[in-house]
């Protein structure tokens, strides 16, 4: 008799726990269920006769779902297994084709990158390596350079074993060398272009902004590309300066002072700052002594209407009078 109780109280134990357990594991859930099943089909076709890479990207989607182990123990094994080797060989090909970069994710058209192939598995040196070779190649494309630049977001390395913990990756020293390369030979390629440019601040005051605008541009460029040196964009902005010096030089500055301005705009220095503070104030005070001269111009325009007025009626009146009217 005891023995049934104990029997019969286990059981209603298990019935009143077992739905709890079932609620508190969400791969235990319809939906997920569904889906599990669903990609392990998929992904079984696809091993029969589906595409490279049609199956890498089935592969991927059964190697990130914890859940596909509950209702298949071996598929997640071969998925991990399988990995590597594919996405090598997919990568090998994109790369022959020049498929070197895209921003795409992995695609199952074949039309994926060999950098997005390597950043799928982890391969973070392999990644680095094409797509230095993309932005060698296309060495002007500063998009592109962006995208190399910052290819470490969202990258971690391994985790620890002990902690559990993955350490951000940051990519070696000689990739980020061989990018500033691409960098400093643009910023040069800018800076000798703004140089022709500057040639035209000695000319005419109408060559003059023509000039500045060429200058500032290629300036603007040349800083664009200097972020990612050490001194940063301090070498454009010095020069900007300097030009803004040379045109305040000219002996015709009330015409050309506006472009020595834009050029202490974009130097920031706080010398800078402080002359176009000046130029600002030397700006006020010459509007407003053109405003008083205006003033005084159109006074003695009046004065002058008043009088001519005047002298026209008075030789009027003069006139009638000889007349007898």
């Known amino acids: 008799m005891i023995l049934l109780r104990i029997f019969c109280r286990a059981l209603l134990l298990l019935a009143l726990t077992a739905p709890s357990v079932r609620a508190d594991d969400i791969c235990l859930g319809d939906d997920e269920e569904k889906a599990a099943k669903a990609q392990v089909t998929a992904l079984n076709k696809v091993e029969t006769s589906g595409p490279p890479a049609e199956l890498f990207v089935a592969y991927q989607a059964i190697a990130s779902n914890d859940c596909i182990d509950r209702y298949d123990k071996n598929v997640m094994g071969r998925a991990k297994a399988s990995l590597p080797k594919l996405g090598r060989d997919l990568a090998k090909a994109a790369e022959a084709k020049g498929l070197l970069y895209s921003s795409e994710p992995v695609r199952a058209d074949g039309r994926t990158s060999a950098f997005r192939y390597f950043e799928a598995m982890g391969e973070y040196n392999e990644a680095n390596r094409v797509m230095l070779k993309a932005a060698q190649a296309k060495s002007d494309d500063l998009a592109l350079f962006k995208a190399a630049w910052g290819v470490d977001n969202g990258r971690y390395g391994p985790r620890d074993p002990k902690s559990g913990e993955r350490q951000a990756y940051v990519s070696s020293l000689v990739y980020r060398q061989e990018l500033q390369e691409i960098a400093s030979a643009n910023a040069d390629r800018f800076m000798k272009a ?39 964009g301090k070498p454009a902005k010095v020069s900007a300066e300097q030009r803004g010096d040379t045109v305040m030089a000219r002996p015709d500055p009330m015409f050309t002072q506006m472009n020595a301005r834009v050029y202490y705009d974009f130097a920031e220095s706080a010398k800078a700052k402080e002359k176009a503070a000046q130029l600002d104030k030397k700006m006020e005070e010459s509007g407003r002594a053109a405003e008083k001269a205006s003033e005084k111009v159109k006074g003695a325009i009046t004065q002058q209407t008043e009088t001519d007025q005047k002298k026209f009626k008075d030789k009027k009146a003069d006139l009638e009078k000889e007349l007898g009217f």
Request: glycine residues 10%; without cysteine.
């Open 194 to 232: 703004e140089e022709r440019d500057a040639q035209g601040l000695s000319g005419s005051a109408a060559e003059v902004t023509k000039a500045t605008m060429g200058s500032l541009e290629n300036l603007r460029r040349a800083a664009d590309w200097m972020k990612f040196l050490p001194n940063g």
